[in-house]
Structure formats: C-alpha cells, structure tokens
Nanobody, 117 residues
Framework: QVQLVESGGGLVQAGGSLRLSCAASGDIFRINAVGWYRQAPGKQREMVSTITSGGSTIYTDSVKGRFIISRDNAENTVYLQMTSLKPEDTAVYYC???????????WGQGTQVTVSS
C-alpha cells in the first residue's frame, strides 16, 4: 500500500504561483508513476501532469509552459510548481500513484487551489 499526502494549496491571484507537494510513504518502490490530477466543480477529474519512475514527464496542453512537475527521491516527494495561474486552474488537486503491478491507483485526499481574477 501507498499513502499520499498533498499540501501547498491555497488562494492566489491570477498570475501568481503555488507549489504543491505530494509526500509518499509505504510501498513506494513499486510505484510506476506519480501524477497530479484536478477536479473543478461540475467537471470530471483530469490529468494535469505525470512523472514516471524513469523521469519522463507529460503535461496536459492547458498547463504546458506554466507548470513543472519534479521529484525529490530522498524526500519521497513529488512537486507541482504552478506559475502564471489562471482562474480556470481553480480546482481540487489530487496526487495519484500508479503501481507497477496491476496498474493499481492510490489517491491523496486532495488540496484546494483557488485562483481569483
């Protein structure tokens, strides 16, 4: 099992920045990839960015050039640096860990990001 704890959300004005953290514990050596997802009110949860165990990263088009995903292996933490934030980035952001075996998913509790115009 894997436990994920997100932090770093908050209220920021448009154009501002936030850094989200996802601290992982448990069976972390079986994690294949860690991703950030978000869900806005009335919308489906969407993938924002993912980093694999090999270091490959992907981003959804709407955040390319503004968000950067990174990891600190010593701290077992994945970060999402968000810059040039827009009101449409407002959502609950969730950390996800996908395991190598059976593609099982683990989720954090979520952290609220609110961008005011």
């Amino acid at each position: 099992q894997v436990q994920l704890v997100e932090s770093g959300g908050g209220l920021v004005q448009a154009g501002g920045s936030l850094r989200l953290s996802c601290a992982a514990s448990g069976d972390i050596f079986r994690i294949n990839a860690v991703g950030w997802y978000r869900q806005a009110p009335g919308k489906q949860r969407e993938m924002v960015s993912t980093i694999t165990s090999g270091g490959s990263t992907i981003y959804t088009d709407s955040v390319k050039g503004r968000f950067i995903i990174s990891r600190d292996n010593a701290e077992n933490t994945v970060y999402l640096q968000m810059t040039s934030l827009k009101p449409e980035d407002t959502a609950v952001y969730y950390c996800n860990a996908r395991m190598r075996v059976n593609n099982r998913d683990y989720w954090g509790q979520g952290t609220q990001v609110t961008v005011s115009s």
